[in-house]
């Protein structure tokens, strides 16, 4: 019964398709929902509220970040590129240690130098594994500040220094060991 109905409606579309609506049915219809012939309501488009939602929330953490940022680094004196004033602030004891080691890599580099002119390849060789230890170690520094676990990262700092001083005495040792060897065979 169902495939008569079907075949039926669409035997006789084009009969069906003929009538349209009155006008009255049309002005009946606008008059629900509110539109007059003569009256032309502007029509505005809101963009969904969680777009809205997501642009604020984004500049208020943007302000915020950027407030705590500059409020950080007021408070926080700054580690000077040189010298060990933040870490003399924190412990003395540290502070007098770094600078101890400060001093005894400064000498050891200093001897190492004298490698440069009799070996260039093994001096910049030294000196690349030096600088790397060194960058850990100032990376560690300007940490220091803002980090929460100051006494943690003290100690890394220290242990820093002592494998650059390791590091160069095996440094020279390997010199002192060529200088022989070269002496040797003269």
């Known amino acids: 019964m169902n495939k008569d109905l079907e075949r039926f409606v669409r035997d006789n579309r084009a009969a069906f398709d003929t009538e349209k609506p009155s006008a009255r049915i049309w002005t009946a219809i606008e008059n629900k ?32 970040i950027y407030s705590l ?7 926080v004196p700054v580690v000077q590129p040189a010298g060990n004033g933040y870490i003399a602030v924190l412990d003395p004891a540290y502070a007098a240690e770094v600078s101890r080691f400060t001093i005894l890599i400064d000498e050891k580099q200093a001897e190492l130098k004298s490698l440069q002119a009799d070996n260039p390849v093994l001096y910049e060789k ?61």
């Open 69 to 75: 940022f500059i409020n950080d680094r007021k408070d």
């Open 33 to 64: 929902l509110g539109h007059t012939p003569g009256n032309k309501k502007k029509v505005y488009k809101f963009k969904p509220f969680w777009l809205t939602a997501a642009a604020i929330v984004l500049v208020v953490a943007a302000v915020n």
């Open 126 to 186: 030294f000196s690349k594994d030096i600088q790397k230890l060194d960058s850990t170690y100032h990376l560690l520094r300007n940490q220091l500040p803002v980090n929460p676990n100051k006494e943690e990262l003290l100690q890394a700092m220290i242990g820093n220094l002592h494998l650059q001083i390791s590091l160069l005495n095996q440094q020279l040792d390997i010199i002192q060991k060529i200088k022989q060897s070269n002496s040797q065979s003269l």
